[in-house]
């Protein structure tokens, strides 16, 4: 039997001090220390053998961060740990207290292709894996198949217009990850944030939404608009992968940040449908008769072909464990909402026979959410408007 965590950790732009990620926007050298000073608190605290980054301008300060860790993972385990002179020293709260290290751990970055110069910066990933990867990873961002999606007109076949997407807004980073004989592949995503997508006009130094002294409610609306297609059109392009990892046989994990709390449309496009209850009470598609349903046998047929490639999520897991009521993830305009997430296949879910593992316990490390407006909020907002997420799962003995 093996036991391990994997975390989702949205960094909040992690870049080195003095370096200007957006316009006007920097840490002096005592923000970025006291930035680099929580980070490495938060990491030896959770101690995660797997974490998906968001949010990395600088892989160099990560890796900065992660000296940091080693150091006072090093230190608590020389002050914790007794030593083999101890007669007790092999009990089992003394493996929980030892921090695990990632000296000998593997990091994948994945920069961001739309990334520019001072100011015009643009956030990466990264994947932190203390087993390694059993392959180099894989960054997914610019589609050399451009996504072409027609959109039909109510009540007819005639085209409603279409919607295309060359380019993610930020990477997906999938890596293939080996545990204990069993390769997972694991899937880090930062969709696109609700923040409008404003159009410049030619020759304009402003999008006129933008002007704020000049309210546009309905341009704006439109900017949200734009947002939305394009977050869920990145939503279904990792679906695509995830599918085709699963149609493979492999277990997979998604981390990241959603982006998609309220109405969680992204969230249903990379998990996938539930199925319906009973298929056998449903009009069939090809239907000629009011009693024309799906037969017994389909209906197992179609509820395998839907579970099969569908995504479970950690949080919902938990919930329906701890009978907690929420789990608030980030803080935005006053809003808390849940928009970090581990979704894991079924693989990893005790109800299905032929499970290769569970899914125990769901940690959330959110005590500090700030979204600016708090009067903590000088130092908190430096560490993170996210709180940090990290699923314990359990493998089957082989």
């Known amino acids: 039997m093996t036991r391990f965590t994997i975390a989702s950790f949205n960094v909040k732009n992690l870049i080195g001090g003095d370096n200007e990620f957006y316009k006007f926007q920097k840490y002096t050298p005592e923000e970025y220390a006291w930035k680099q000073d929580w980070m490495a608190d938060q990491l030896l605290t959770m101690d995660a053998d797997i974490i998906g980054f968001q949010e990395v301008f600088e892989e160099q300060a990560l890796n900065d961060v992660l000296s940091e860790v080693e150091k006072r993972g090093a230190l608590a385990n020389e002050t914790n740990l007794p030593d083999a002179s101890k007669r007790y020293h092999k009990k089992a709260i003394f493996r929980k207290l030892a921090f695990g290290g990632y000296k000998t751990a593997s990091l994948a970055f994945a920069p961001n292709t739309s990334d520019g110069g001072p100011g015009e910066r643009r956030p990466g990933l990264a994947i932190l894996s203390r087993f390694g990867f059993s392959e180099t990873p894989e960054i997914i961002q610019d589609l050399p198949n451009p996504i072409h999606i027609p959109m039909s007109a109510l009540g007819g076949d005639e085209d409603a217009g279409h919607f295309t997407l060359k380019r993610l807004s930020r990477p997906i980073l999938k890596a293939r990850i080996p545990v204990a004989g069993t390769v997972v592949t694991v899937f880090n995503c930062h969709l696109k944030s609700k923040l409008g997508e404003f159009i410049r006009p030619q020759g304009e130094d402003f999008s006129r939404e933008a002007v704020l ?182 493998l089957n003995a082989r």
């Open 213 to 394: 002294t000049a309210y546009d409610p309905v341009g704006r609306a439109m900017g949200a608009l734009r947002a939305a297609l394009r977050r869920m059109a990145e939503a279904w392009v990792l679906r695509r992968e995830i599918v085709d990892e699963l149609d493979k046989g492999h277990p997979v994990m998604v981390l990241g940040d959603f982006n998609d709390g309220e109405h969680a449309v992204s969230s249903e496009i990379i998990s996938g449908e539930q199925p319906f209850k009973n298929y056998s009470w449903m009009l069939r598609h090809d239907a000629k008769h009011p009693n024309d349903r799906y037969s017994r046998v389909e209906n197992e047929q179609i509820t395998e072909a839907v579970d099969r490639v569908r995504l479970r999520s950690g949080e919902k897991m938990f919930v329906r464990k701890s009978l907690r009521d929420m789990v608030y993830t980030s803080a935005f305009g006053g809003v808390y909402e849940s928009i970090d997430q581990i979704y894991m296949s079924r693989h990893f879910d005790n109800n299905w026979d032929k499970a290769i593992g569970e899914m125990e316990y769901y940690s959330v490390f959110n005590d500090h959410l700030t979204d600016g407006s708090h009067p903590e909020a000088p130092y908190n907002k430096l560490a993170s408007d996210h709180g940090q997420i990290m699923a314990h799962i359990r």
